[in-house]
């Protein structure tokens, strides 16, 4: 078989993903990434691989000290394609059915607590700004980071918002997530000010939600230095990323009772466990705030 017709497989498989599954081009870019990484390892056309090439994939993966949920990430994409072939390409024999991977190691989420979020969110209207900066910046860094706390988005969410999509009046955000599903998330008071501050301030009206100082859509790396920037202006610890603040909505959600499939709604989590790991952020709190005031803890 030819390079050109093993690729050819790959892509049909590429495009079926992105046409029939609406997969988002970073899925698409980590996927294609993983096809060609087992291809440059290993020549044999697609449909001759067997376990023992997989099984000698993922030892010299191993080898090389990869991270497991690397490892998984790759095996994710093998295995969609290979479910592919065999309910598509008339593939008789899945080579990676009974291949085991290592377990990844569970690590609990870092989340800010209460008054650190507050300390955060506070910081824009407390920090000089910046020379070239509009008035209204510091307005609308509060406003990403409100709505961001506030409803528990992912920072792509976040950065591809129009206007349109928050509803003043249901109190409410519609968010396209992963594989472009919908749901309506509710925003609170002190994000929707925020928001109707910044609008006004900044004469948005249409479009994107939040703009930069040339009014187009703010990027989703923009967003990452707007929260690093104000973090050197807090008493905060801990280095911090965006999806920190996701991490601690769903844990304050929780310590609050929140519900667990309400939370997994918000979030827009597919499986419910992937939002389970915040209930054990829960309990490890719990525990600590036991073993601190429990006389006999």
Known sequence: MSPNSRDSLAEEFLRYLAVERNASPRTLKAYRQALGAFRAKNGTPWKQCTPDDFRDYLFAIMKRGQARSYVRLQFSALRAFYKFLTERKKLRIDPLRQLQLPKVEKKLPLVLTRQQIEELLAAPLKTAKQRAAPEWMPLRDVAVMELFYSSGLRLSELAALDVEDVDLYTESV????????????????????????????????????????????????????????????????????????????????????????????????????????YTHVTVERLKKAYAEAHPRA
């Open 174 to 277: 519609r968010v396209f997530g992963k594989g472009r599903k919908e749901r309506v998330c509710p925003i609170g008071a002190p994000a929707l000010e925020a928001i109707s501050k910044y609008r006004s301030n900044a004469n948005v009206h249409s479009g994107a939600l939040f703009i930069n100082k040339s009014r187009k859509r703010i990027s989703s790396r923009s967003i990452w230095l707007i929260l690093k920037r104000y973090l050197r202006h807090t008493s905060i610890p801990i280095s911090i990323s965006p999806h920190k603040l996701r991490h601690s909505f769903a844990t304050h959600m929780l310590d609050r009772g929140a519900d667990l499939r309400s939370v997994q709604a918000l979030l827009g989590h597919a499986s419910l466990s992937t939002t389970q790991i």
